[in-house]
């Protein structure tokens, strides 16, 4: 596969919804305090996106991440922002969010990504959101200047459609972009040894955890959050009869201090 096609593939994975089941609580929450599932449940989010909430626990998600108000963010792949809006609720107004993509995740389907996170963004509705519709190597932030970055469903692809070198160099641009101490969030749908991962848009958990390594991430830990053990992991994502049931892992890695 040539290295361009896992853009095509990462569209594909996140433009799908992945209803599961089980609204989540809001753990971070103080008692008094509006927490992020509250504000995630009210608001103008689009119905689309609080359909896909039991499914993604976005706020338990944040908070297994540490996300806080006030921190500086990376959506990695953003594609059409579900993410983007989460984070941007998450960190609230002394926060910023930057939303980047790839040119080719936005050009695809006829810019559906584009479109999508054009609407999601008009009006100036999440101010904390800044776009940056460049490849990862092309993004022009200051060294060590973001807290968090998150990439959602997407890593699969570019492990499987461009080489371990590939996911090596993707990483090196996100530890180059977080402070020390800061932390990258993968969510990805588990894949099992033998298996076709790269036609099932799979991968293995272990291989994302030693990829990280391998980049000089430390590997805090991993949540079962996003778990489903009835998905035997032989069947492709997109499948009717899994999607949006797919097992998913959740680690968490940091850059050392």
Known sequence: ???ANWF???????????????AAADPAAEPGEVGLAQRLAGGD?????KQRDPGRKPADVVAFLGVEPGSTVVDLIAAGGYYTEVLSLAVQGGGTVYAQN?????????GANDKAMTKRLEGDRLPNVQRLDLDLSE??????TVDFAITALNFHDIYNGSGSAEAQAFLAHVSKLLKPGG?????????????DNAKLHRIEEQKVREAGKQAGFEVVEGSDLL???????STGVFDPAIRGHTDRFLLKFRKPM
């Open 102 to 110: 790839p040119p080719r995740v936005l050009e695809f389907r006829d």
């Open 183 to 195: 932390v990258l969030g993968v969510i990805d749908h588990s894949g099992s040894a033998g298996n």
């Open 227 to 233: 778990r489903n053990p009835a998905d035997d992991l």
């Open 139 to 144: 993004v022009k932030l200051a060294p060590g």
């Open 8 to 22: 095509v593939l990462v569209s594909l994975a996140i433009l799908a919804a992945h209803p599961m089941a089980g």
């Open 45 to 49: 989010r689009a119905e689309a996106d």
């Open 1 to 3: 596969m040539q290295p």
